[in-house]
């Protein structure tokens, strides 16, 4: 069955980075789009990065993150750099068989997320 497994979340202080990894398996990765998605406390889920021919950010963490794929390794990254406390969230990975972007209705499956803490 399908399945994504996030990993790479952690407590760390504003100005620091951390790299997020999404492990995929089930269906044909490389022809799927991926995305990154978050929800803090209290907040809706929001997008953060897509990955297909080309790459989409959030304005919040654009020139800050880096979404990355890698097809041999089924798996997507998320390279998260100058975190902010704002950052903390739940970040989840999400897979699109079509097009990706910012529209969480766009993506089919969906990671169970890791937790990403930035103190301040």
């Known amino acids: 069955q399908v399945q994504l497994v996030e990993s790479g979340g952690g407590l760390v202080q504003a100005g620091g980075s951390l790299r997020l990894s999404c492990a995929a398996s089930?269906?044909?990765?490389?022809?799927?789009?991926m995305g990154w998605f978050r929800q803090a406390p209290g907040k809706a889920r929001e997008f953060v990065a897509a990955?297909?021919?080309?790459?989409y950010y959030a304005d919040s963490v654009k020139g800050r993150f880096t979404i990355s794929r890698d097809n041999a390794k089924n798996t997507v990254y998320l390279q998260m750099n100058s975190l902010k406390p704002e950052d903390t969230a739940v970040y989840y990975c999400?897979?699109?068989?079509?097009?990706?972007?910012?529209?969480?209705?766009?993506?089919?499956?969906w990671g169970q997320g890791t937790k990403v803490t930035v103190s301040s």
């Open positions: 089930g269906f044909t990765f490389s022809t799927y789009g």
């Open positions: 999400a897979a699109s068989p079509g097009a990706t972007g910012p529209s969480s209705q766009m993506y089919r499956h």
């Open positions: 990955i297909s021919w080309n790459t």
